[in-house]
């Protein structure tokens, strides 16, 4: 079981990756904010995040760039979830410090194993 923060502004998506997650055995922590994210996952270290790109304020590339770069939160793996599925915003989200990117909606298989790969489960 692992702890994942999930930094996603849609109730909706938010509802469905929970539950998705929690069937799983994982633990989950949201944030509707980017901002509000990036504080939590310093105050909580999860063990993954799972970053939505369309969010209100700050965007999930700048969101992930900051905690990729934060010397507290470097360590912890970034998973772009987002419907946004051109292959340039998924080259930029890895340049800016994710571990992967999947396009929503994820398929339920697929989105546990990468997130047990990046946690080494």
């Given at each position: 079981?692992?702890?994942?923060?999930?930094?996603?502004?849609?109730?909706?998506d938010?509802?469905?990756?929970?539950?998705l997650?929690?069937?799983?055995g994982?633990?989950?922590?949201?944030?509707?904010?980017?901002e509000d994210?990036?504080?939590?996952?310093?105050?909580e270290?999860?063990?993954?995040?799972?970053?939505?790109?369309?969010?209100?304020?700050?965007?999930?590339?700048?969101?992930?760039r900051?905690?990729s770069?934060?010397?507290?939160?470097?360590a912890?793996?970034?998973l772009?979830?987002?419907?946004k599925?051109?292959?340039?915003?998924?080259?930029?989200?890895?340049r800016?410090?994710?571990?992967?990117?999947?396009?929503k909606?994820p398929r339920?298989?697929?989105?546990i194993?990468?997130?047990?790969?990046?946690i080494g489960?």
């Amino acid at each position: 079981m692992a702890r994942i923060l999930l930094i996603e502004d849609s109730p909706t998506d938010t509802a469905v990756l929970t539950q998705l997650l929690e069937r799983n055995g994982h633990q989950v922590l949201a944030s509707g904010s980017a901002e509000d994210g990036i504080e939590m996952c310093r105050r909580e270290m999860p063990d993954l995040v799972l970053m939505d790109l369309v969010l209100p304020g700050m965007n999930g590339f700048q969101a992930t760039r900051a905690l990729s770069k934060d010397a507290v939160t470097s360590a912890i793996p970034v998973l772009i979830v987002s419907t946004k599925g051109m292959e340039t915003d998924r080259a930029w989200g890895l340049r800016q410090g994710a571990k992967d990117y999947i396009v929503k909606p994820p398929r339920e298989d697929a989105l546990i194993a990468r997130i047990n790969e990046l946690i080494g489960a």
